[in-house]
């Protein structure tokens, strides 16, 4: 993607969506947390149906400790590699509340430290709770990110870091949240919805399909 394109095609996407946000649902950051932490390798549709149910009865580190692992499990059984995750959030609840006094803290670092968050996970957490510029790269922005030129690279770290040069400062806090929507419903990954996409002018990818039905390359 050409540099004098970028500009033009997050405003695009910001006029179409000016305010974006997770489709997780959670009411704290606490809630994000653990929200993030059970959707690896899961849906968002998935964790929210879990966490429908959990939330009422434990949202806090303290409340999660006292649950206790089988009840934990429980709740999450219908998201994968549930065993793990529900042992990692007890341990980062346990974490929090007897080195963080059961607060989320506010550095990569510390996040990092938890166990089950990983660098994308205190991406997403350090975006959406506390509106730092970061980039999580998911499997959908990786596959925008390459798929337009916007930022490619070989692994998400790759992608990650090219997005942080290449996305304008304007648009930088909410651009993580405007890549993940357009490659989860428009750039998608088995056949990406050329016909429909807003930015499709600004995009590298060349054979762009046709809507189906209208004779064009699919």
Same mark, same amino acid.
């Given at each position: 993607? &050409?540099?004098?394109?970028?500009?033009?095609?997050?405003?695009?996407?910001?006029?179409?969506?000016? @305010?974006? %946000?997770?489709?997780?649902?959670?009411?704290? %950051?606490?809630?994000?947390?653990?929200?993030?932490? +059970?959707?690896?390798?899961?849906?968002?549709?998935?964790?929210? =149906?879990?966490?429908?149910?959990?939330?009422?009865?434990?949202?806090? !580190?303290?409340? +999660?400790?006292? +649950?206790?692992?089988? &009840?934990?499990?429980?709740?999450?059984?219908?998201?994968?590699?549930?065993?793990?995750?529900?042992?990692?959030?007890?341990?980062?609840?346990?974490?929090?509340?007897?080195?963080?006094?059961?607060?989320?803290?506010?550095?990569?670092?510390?996040?990092?430290? +938890?166990?089950?968050?990983?660098? =994308?996970?205190? @991406? %997403?957490?350090?975006?959406?709770?506390?509106?730092? !510029?970061?980039?999580?790269?998911?499997?959908?922005?990786?596959?925008?990110? @390459?798929?337009?030129?916007?930022?490619?690279? =070989?692994?998400?770290?790759? %992608?990650?870091?090219?997005?942080?040069? &290449?996305? !304008?400062?304007?648009?930088?806090?909410?651009?993580?949240?405007?890549?993940?929507?357009?490659?989860?419903?428009?750039?998608?990954?088995?056949? !990406?919805?050329?016909?429909?996409?807003?930015?499709?002018?600004?995009?590298?990818?060349?054979?762009?399909?046709?809507?189906?039905?209208?004779?064009? &390359?699919?």
């Amino acid at each position: 993607m &050409r540099a004098q394109d970028i500009e033009p095609f997050f405003a695009t996407l910001r006029a179409a969506n000016p @305010n974006p %946000v997770t489709e997780l649902a959670y009411t704290s %950051v606490f809630e994000l947390l653990a929200a993030v932490l +059970l959707s690896a390798q899961a849906t968002d549709v998935g964790v929210n =149906k879990a966490t429908r149910r959990l939330f009422p009865v434990a949202n806090t !580190p303290q409340a +999660l400790l006292e +649950l206790g692992l089988e &009840r934990l499990e429980g709740y999450i059984k219908t998201i994968g590699l549930y065993r793990t995750k529900a042992r990692n959030l007890l341990e980062t609840c346990r974490i929090l509340v007897e080195q963080h006094g059961g607060q989320v803290p506010r550095t990569r670092e510390a996040l990092e430290a +938890l166990p089950g968050v990983g660098r =994308k996970t205190a @991406n %997403v957490v350090l975006n959406v709770a506390f509106g730092q !510029p970061t980039m999580a790269v998911d499997t959908h922005i990786f596959r925008v990110s @390459n798929r337009t030129g916007l930022a490619p690279g =070989k692994n998400p770290l790759k %992608v990650e870091l090219a997005l942080e040069k &290449r996305v !304008p400062p304007a648009y930088a806090v909410d651009s993580h949240h405007w890549l993940i929507l357009h490659g989860r419903y428009v750039c998608q990954a088995r056949k !990406p919805r050329c016909w429909d996409c807003a930015v499709a002018r600004y995009c590298d990818f060349k054979p762009k399909t046709a809507a189906p039905g209208a004779g064009g &390359r699919g």
